[in-house]
T-cell receptor
Framework: KAGVTQTPRYLIKTRGQQVTLSCSPI?????VSWYQQTPGQGLQFLFE???????NKGNFPGRFSGRQFSNSRSEMNVSTLELGDSALYLC???????????FGPGTRLTVL | AQSVTQLGSHVSVSEGALVLLRCNYS??????LFWYVQYPNQGLQLLLK??????LVKGINGFEAEFKKSETSFHLTKPSAHMSDAAEYFC????????????FGKGNQVVVIP
């Protein structure tokens, strides 16, 4: 089975722009979660989706949004980028709620 | 709200020596606990998990962890360190009962000295 894939792997943007990151879960997995990883704050939870519904949202400003499609693929969007949004964004998928989560390789976003 | 504490951001261990990474958690409900490993420029890989079954959990690559409710701990051990164990290790907690929201500790960067 193919693992979790994230595109693009690397991205460079400038302040004020917006960005969309994509996550394709493992086939059959209906849950997708997103995390932000930075050296200062570590790993922080962004959102969790299950069957196209957002079930949980972390403590991030409204500039961060996401969605999940009927095929379980998920996207997250960050609008009006700030320098502090530079981070590794990780996506994880799981077949169920409360099950093991499988992480993708991440998208490295750099904001200049 | 759940949280995890991992002390000592950098841990040095000699090759062949015991690896011990400490994790203490806080949770208002019975927790699920996890240890993940991250190699450079990669995502997270699950080492092992506790989901209210056996308190001593065995994982991949010779790692194991013991859930101690009285101490709110879930320390990770490996009897003999190998050079390939050099990586960053994260402890994480989620609520039991169908919640995929993970709260992570700050991580331990493990350096293995030959």
């Amino acid at each position: 089975k193919a693992g979790v894939t994230q595109t693009p792997r690397y991205l460079i943007k400038t302040r004020g722009q917006q960005v969309t990151l994509s996550c394709s879960p493992i086939s059959g997995h209906r849950s997708v979660s997103w995390y932000q990883q930075t050296p200062g704050q570590g790993l922080q939870f962004l959102f969790e989706y299950f069957s196209e519904t957002q079930r949980n949202k972390g403590n991030f400003p409204g500039r961060f949004s996401g969605r999940q499609f009927s095929n379980s693929r998920s996207e997250m969007n960050v609008s009006t980028l700030e320098l502090g949004d530079s981070a590794l964004y990780l996506c994880a998928s799981s077949p169920t709620l409360g099950g093991e989560q499988f992480f993708g390789p991440g998208t490295r976003l750099t904001v200049l | 709200a759940q949280s995890v504490t991992q002390l000592g951001s950098h841990v040095s261990v000699s090759e062949g020596a015991l690896v011990l990474l400490r994790c203490n958690y806080s949770s208002s409900v019975p927790p699920y606990l996890f240890w993940y490993v991250q190699y450079p420029n990669q995502g997270l890989q699950l080492l092992l998990k506790y989901t209210s079954a056996a308190t001593l959990v065995k994982g991949i690559n010779g790692f194991e962890a013991e859930f101690k409710k009285s101490e709110t701990s879930f320390h990770l051990t490996k009897p003999s360190a190998h050079m390939s164990d050099a990586a960053e290790y994260f402890c994480a907690v989620s609520e039991s009962g169908g919640n995929n929201r993970l709260a992570f500790g700050k991580g331990n960067q493990v350096v293995v000295i030959p």
